[in-house]
């Protein structure tokens, strides 16, 4: 009877850690070893309490462990009470090795297998206390550390991909209020909200915007997909016009996204039509001005439609992105001599900031060499290759792998020179600082608060 639980454990965990060989090694902690391990499910209850201006997260993460050590988890807030498996634990702080990012883990080592984590937590980020309401959002930056999912409650590296549910309850006042969310809402009660997120959500994936009901104008409307399916769009902003300007564009760069990438992979499609210069995506959603929507909406077939597995991967969505921004241009050569994109410390989990125009330059070149062999080029390449790995976290070699088996190609070398920066002693740390990029610009805190 115990072999044949132990098969069935076994068996699960091979299902159930799909990505956990993308996760960075472990590494020795004060008393013990650092884990990198794999959620199973993820179930946050927030609660905004409106009267006394606070507002709090207590989460429980189911997770495996495949080795033994103390499991690592992350948030940037400290948590205030932790428990592993149902007791109370102590948590550690660290700087990962290199000291590139930081992470939290449970001082209490686990076997392999199946635990639970519970933490609770304080929401300080985003969170703005008005006599209308309460308006929270949580909002990423790609170019940031330390500033996906974890910047507001507990998450993990982007390697993980996670069903994960909120439960909303906002107290201390009687104003009604309401959510937008890339997940499926349901309205439990007046102010009580729950939301489930897709299974192959990460920590860069979600969208959460919890607002008083009558704070935005709303437009709502079904896109017929070439699929077939009437997929729900939901548009809102200060503005009825701005909502009617930003559906015709959201139409018009649908049916051209579809025509090159097949159908709209996501439930639905969510635009928040804000004030600032830019935008941000999200997986079927995103916060952008109008001038950056259809970047940011492509960004849901490359960046949250495949996932980047880490911040040695985030420069192929912004590359690919850019490539299509200046119009599928053809280069013989890269702009540019050799670049370090992909080749920082392996705990590295933001994207490199050069990764728009270093990136756009060698998927031209790329788009060249294939013609050259008498194939479409690189976006029909990118129709294939997205639905091969669509719904997956990848990392530069998994492109590399697959575009060899595209073109028949060794292209090792152009990986090196070009990406890893091999034609350069002193690529990792260049000197030359990246022109801010228009569609994705560095926003200060103060900025992202004030459209929310």
């Not at 390697?159 to 937008?180: A, E, L, P």
């Not at 200060?238 to 930003?246: A, D, T």
């Not at 690189?378 to 595209?406: A, C, I, M, P």
């Amino acid at each position: 009877m115990k072999s044949l639980v132990g098969i069935i454990l076994l068996s699960f965990m091979s299902l159930s850690i799909a990505g956990i060989e993308q996760a960075p090694p472990p590494f020795q902690v004060k008393n013990g070893r650092a884990i990198f391990v794999d959620y199973t499910n993820a179930v946050y209850d927030l609660t905004y309490d409106k009267s006394k201006k606070r507002a709090w997260a207590n989460v429980t993460i189911h997770f495996i462990a495949e080795n033994s050590g103390f499991p690592i988890f992350d948030s940037l807030n400290e948590p205030t009470e932790v428990m592993l498996d149902g007791v109370p634990a102590t948590h550690g702080y660290t700087p990962v090795p290199g000291e590139v990012s930081f992470v939290r883990y449970i001082a209490k080592e686990v076997v392999p297998g199946f635990h639970t984590m519970t933490i609770r937590l304080p929401i300080t980020e985003m969170v703005k206390y008005k006599r209308k309401g309460v308006s929270s959002a949580f909002l990423i930056k790609d170019l940031s550390d330390r500033m996906f999912l974890e910047r507001y409650v507990v998450a993990n590296y982007e390697y993980d991909q996670v069903q994960m549910t909120f439960n909303v309850n906002i107290i201390g006042t009687n104003r009604i209020h309401n959510v937008f969310a890339n997940g499926k809402v349901t309205e439990l009660a007046k102010n009580r909200i729950k939301i489930v997120y897709p299974k192959y959500f990460t920590a860069s994936s979600l969208f959460f915007h919890l607002v008083p009901i009558t704070k935005f104008w709303r437009l709502r409307f079904k896109y017929r997909s070439i699929s077939g399916a009437k997929i729900p769009v939901t548009i809102y902003s200060i503005s009825r016009w701005v909502n009617r300007r930003y559906s015709k564009k959201t139409v018009r760069v649908l049916r051209e996204l579809e025509n090159d990438y097949g159908p709209w992979p996501h439930p639905q499609v969510l635009v928040y039509a804000n004030s600032l210069k830019g935008g941000m995506e999200y997986a079927g959603a995103t916060a952008t001005s109008y001038g950056a929507l259809d970047h940011e909406l492509q960004h849901s077939y490359f960046a949250k439609g495949i996932h980047p597995a880490n911040g040695n991967s985030g420069w192929m969505d912004e590359g690919i992105a850019s490539w299509r921004d200046k119009g599928h241009f053809t280069h013989s050569k890269p702009d540019y001599f050799s670049w370090n994109l992909a080749n920082h410390n392996i705990y590295t989990r933001k994207t490199d900031s050069n990764s728009y125009v270093k990136g756009r330059s060698f998927f031209a070149y790329i788009d060249h060499k294939i013609k050259e062999l008498g194939k479409p080029g690189f976006q029909h390449f990118l129709r294939g290759y997205f639905e091969k790995r669509k719904f997956t976290t990848v990392t530069t070699n998994d492109l590399k792998s697959d575009l060899e088996e595209y073109t028949g190609l060794d292209l090792t070398e152009d990986f090196n020179q070009y990406i890893f920066g091999g034609g350069l002693k002193n690529s990792r740390s260049p000197a030359v600082e990246p022109l801010e990029n228009p569609y994705h610009p560095s926003y200060t805190d103060e900025e992202l608060e004030s459209i929310i």
